[in-house]
């Protein structure tokens, strides 16, 4: 019998995004037994299977380097604790294994031995002869040494230095890796998790534990109760998984409907200049207060001027939800915007008092595993560039694609990033437009997606002024597009 995978264990193993290998079994290239894939297959498939370069034997390999061990050990491998649990755990299952071999292998020897001795005593009988042919020959072919395939060994070697954990009822499933807990490894696979603090005081990360093992991690001030204890509860927060497989109960954010409206005291961490016109404001949050928010979604920022009042504006957030304590905001010059004016006149300092209002918005990813088409117009980039992140960590979409417009020439202020992930993920392309009419750059965006991408059925996203969205969302729509397939944001 083939040895079988999880789609999450292959992804990881071959170094594929797993919205790929979903997108081959839904065109057939492979198929699903009971939610798992066959080894055979994917060889088949991959038949130069090799780790990927942050990969398994790569991580082990850089352990033995002293000047990065200490790190290396503290982000990839979970504690001596747990790995020793997880060891225990395999080898409880190999002697369970070895048991039950043992007693097939009396088995099938004392049915030799009864055929052996059929044969003796029924001497001509075709029938007896056949069953003592059968047993030894299958007794041979049982006991003869098959090769061993890599991805079964390094399957084996996973389940120690990782785990995996599935959510119920959602059926949704993450990687724990490294000292991480379960609730900083559910965020940044991208999951709509409930929590509030994150260190412990407050017990809104509270889940059940259905199978599996959970270790401590830190110190907890909430006190759960025995009845609660009892079945199974404990915080997402403090705890990681000591198993190499575990499954949780608990509840997930549907939608933004589901995320509450928090106002948090922030910091200014830093102020950076992007462009002449364009500056990156990064926020972080106290440790006991983060924001829980979705990807796409805006906040109101407050800020106190001595003795002048208060300035308010609404912002995308452009940073991931999965870094909940850092927030990142471009700001764009603009007169009409007092917040901005102070910022740009270095009124606003690192340091200082920021309030934060919300989150707000329907901008966000809609469940699904089509291919997604990134479209964003100059500011437009902040939502696009958290939604696009977030997509990442879900590594659910076959391909992402983006297309920025800039009506100004410096107005593609963070193209780095789209040239990072880019050059580190084969999934991801991208094109950068420079047009001063937004209604022209948003027809040239159109001609572009129609040369590659009108064939596909993908889900667009759409940012920026409300120029450039009714006109690419016409194109689109004009081409065939499904209403249902298109979201917008107007800034």
Request: aromatic share 6%; proline share 4%; hydrophobic share 40%.
């Amino acid at each position: 019998m083939t040895h079988q995978l999880t789609v999450w264990r292959a992804a990881q193993l071959l170094g594929v995004a797993r919205g790929v290998l979903q997108q081959q079994v839904r065109e057939g290239a492979l198929a699903l037994n009971d939610g798992l894939l066959g080894v055979d297959a994917l060889l088949k498939l991959y038949p130069q299977a090799q780790l990927e370069e942050s990969g398994l034997l790569e991580r082990v390999a850089q352990i033995r380097d002293e000047a990065f061990g200490k790190r290396v050990r503290e982000r990839m491998l979970p504690s001596q604790e747990v790995l020793a649990q997880r060891l225990f755990a395999q080898t409880q299952e190999l002697a369970d294994v070895r048991r039950h071999l043992q007693r097939y292998h009396g088995l099938v020897i004392a049915l030799q031995k009864q055929a052996r001795v059929g044969v003796l005593e029924h001497p001509g009988d075709s029938a007896w002869e056949d069953m003592e042919h059968q047993v030894t020959q299958g007794l041979a072919q049982a006991l003869a040494t098959e090769s061993v395939e890599l991805l079964e060994v390094m399957d084996d070697m996973l389940k120690i230095m990782t785990a995996q954990v599935t959510v119920r009822p959602s059926g949704h499933q993450f990687l724990v890796e490294g000292h991480a807990n379960l609730l900083q490894s559910g965020l940044h696979s991208g999951l709509r998790l409930n929590y509030g603090c994150g260190n412990g005081s407050c017990g809104m990360c509270k889940v059940r534990v259905i199978s599996g093992e959970v270790a401590q991690t830190q110190h907890s001030d909430y006190q759960l109760s025995e009845n609660e204890k009892a079945q199974g509860y404990t915080l997402m927060c403090c705890n990681t998984a000591a198993s190499s497989e575990l499954t949780l109960e608990l509840l997930e954010a549907s939608g933004p409907q589901d995320i509450p409206e928090q106002q948090i005291v922030t910091h200014v961490r830093a102020i950076t200049t992007l462009a002449p016109n364009t500056r990156m404001l990064h926020l972080q949050t106290p440790r006991t207060h983060r924001l829980r928010f979705l990807a796409g979604q805006s906040v109101r920022l407050g800020w106190t001027l001595p003795g002048q009042g208060d300035v308010h504006t609404t912002y995308p957030v452009a940073s991931c939800p999965c870094d909940d304590r850092n927030l990142i905001f471009f700001i764009a010059r603009d007169p009409a915007d007092a917040l901005a004016q102070h910022l740009f006149a270095d009124d606003i300092k690192p340091g200082e008092a920021i309030t934060v209002l919300g989150p707000t918005g329907e901008f966000v990813l809609a469940d699904g595993h089509r291919p997604l088409v990134f479209a964003a117009c100059d500011g437009g980039f902040a939502p696009i560039k958290s939604l696009i992140e977030h997509a990442l960590s879900l590594d659910a979409a076959p391909s992402l694609s983006l297309f920025w417009l800039a009506t100004q020439s410096d107005g593609h202020f963070s193209s780095n990033y789209c040239r990072a992930w880019s050059e580190a993920l084969d999934q991801f392309e991208y094109e950068l437009v420079t047009q001063a009419d937004t209604v022209v750059g948003a027809q040239q965006i159109a001609q572009a997606m129609r040369a590659d991408l009108f064939d596909i059925d993908c889900d667009f996203y759409l940012a920026g002024p409300p120029e450039f969205v009714v006109t690419l969302r016409d194109e689109l729509r004009a081409a065939g597009v499904a209403q249902a397939q298109i979201f917008a944001e107007v800034l």
